[in-house]
């Protein structure tokens, strides 16, 4: 098992940027296809941003270009970096995991570790 912390939300204005950190403890990350999600009020839950076992990285259309998705290994921790923020991009962002999945699948009941989200807000 894993287990997920999300930390790094925050509130900033348009056009500004945040990191958001997926903490894992348990096991390595890297036996683990591991994403980000983001679910805004009355909307449903939406595949961000995704790094597959081997390393390779997947994004969503609308934030292509302006987020980037790292890990490292050794620390145990994802990483999203956002730039260039959007009022659209505000929402709850999670991190998801899915032991053992070898390429990343853009559906959320895939994954079985979630951690609990951190909350981000972009004003206009």
């Known amino acids: 098992q894993v287990q997920l912390v999300e930390s790094g939300g925050g509130l900033v204005q348009a056009g500004g940027s945040l990191r958001l950190s997926c903490a894992a403890s348990?096991?390595?990350?890297?036996?683990?296809?591991t994403t980000w999600f983001r679910q805004a009020p009355g909307k449903e839950r939406e595949f961000v941003a995704g790094i597959s076992r081997g390393g390779s990285t997947y994004f969503t259309d609308s934030v292509k270009g302006r987020f980037s998705i790292s890990r490292d290994i050794p620390n145990n921790t994802v990483w999203l970096q956002m730039n260039g923020l959007k009022p659209e991009d505000t929402a709850v962002y999670y991190c998801a995991a899915k032991y053992g999945l070898s390429a990343i699948v853009f559906t959320s009941p895939t994954y079985d570790y979630w951690g609990q989200g951190t909350q981000v807000t972009v004003s206009s």
């Open positions: 348990g096991r390595t990350i890297s036996l683990y296809a």
